[in-house]
């Protein structure tokens, strides 16, 4: 059986729990937080989550996991059968990785953990995330679905990812990044809603508690 090795309040982590979860395919959660120690150094290399442990041996790197979810796995695809619509969906992952999430991250501390970011910052962000949500403007479908008229790996991405960095931009710059992308709230809210989708939203909240204290004692 796949083990997946990560915790619950990582939106990496929940992207290919959901993905399992999506699939219908069989998965032991094995809890674990980004750690130094040489046990799990072997099956991570940087110590990061997710890591997913198979029978070939183990995977890192979220977009790696999914591709080999995809490619090896039974259940409803989450991927385009044709190679360029695949490739465009893979495309649009990583821009809204790159060019959405990663800004945004760099103001996480503040938005969720009661830190504080510098003023040069948050300038720095704001005007990366107006580039990135341009971007995406002219990617995204919304037909109904991020990529087309079928949910998938985009949709994943999209609730776990743009979602984030969108809470940042509400809080901190008084910007919904999704105003003007017609069909784009009413997607997050249906994504929102898919019954693993809230399974997965569930355990993030029970685990918060834990996470957090975590935190504080670094």
């Known amino acids: ?14 992207m290919v729990k959901l993905a399992l979860l999506e699939k219908d395919i069989p998965f032991e959660e094995v809890k674990v937080y980004p750690n130094q120690s040489e046990e799990y150094l072997e099956i991570s290399p940087m110590g990061k ?11 890192t790197e979220t977009s790696a996991i999914l591709d080999y979810i995809e490619e090896s796995q ?3 695809p989450l991927y385009p059968q044709q190679a360029f619509a695949r490739a465009k969906v893979r495309e649009l992952i990583h821009e809204m ?3 959405i ?9 503040e938005v969720f953990f009661g830190g504080k970011v510098s003023v040069e ?22 037909a109904p679905y991020v990529s087309g008229e079928e949910f998938g790996y985009a949709d994943i991405f999209f609730l776990h990812s743009v979602e984030l960095a969108n809470q940042v931009s509400k809080k901190l710059f008084q910007k919904d990044l999704l105003e003007g992308m017609p069909g784009a709230s009413e997607l997050m809210e249906r ?28």
């Open 49 to 59: 989550v997710p890591c997913l442990v198979t029978d070939q041996g183990p995977l």
């Open 191 to 218: 994504l929102a809603q898919r019954p693993l989708a809230q399974k997965v939203t569930a355990d993030l909240h029970a685990g918060m508690e834990e996470f957090a204290k975590i935190r504080s004692a670094k």
């Open 74 to 76: 039974p259940g409803v």
């Open 101 to 109: 999430e990663l800004p945004a991250r760099r103001c996480f501390a």
């Open 1 to 14: 059986m796949l083990k997946l090795y990560g915790f619950p309040v990582s939106n990496y982590f929940n």
């Open 121 to 142: 910052t948050r300038q720095e962000v704001e005007a990366a995330l107006e580039k990135g949500v341009a971007c995406l403007k002219r990617r995204a479908l919304f």
């Open 97 to 99: 990785e790159l060019y």
